[in-house]
């Protein structure tokens, strides 16, 4: 069964925005294994709270990624 997990800042996605990711995400796997697979592909899209992940040793903030840190 083909699984995503899809790790995105908590907030920043609207319900149709992961919606879409859904579709997309069980598109390219259809594409990749072959339709069949689409009946068992699952995808998460899992909400990180900010500063709950980092990079090289730092954590990084919401305001980090995007760009608006002062």
Do not use: H
């Amino acid at each position: 069964m083909p699984f995503a997990n899809l790790k995105v800042p908590a907030g920043t996605l609207s319900a149709a925005q992961k919606e879409e990711l859904v579709v997309k995400v069980t598109d390219l796997y259809a594409e990749t294994f072959g339709d069949r697979a689409r009946a068992t592909t699952m995808v998460l899209v899992e909400e990180v709270a900010d500063g709950g992940w980092g990079i090289s040793g730092g954590v990084l903030t919401l305001a980090m990624l995007t760009g608006s840190e002062t």
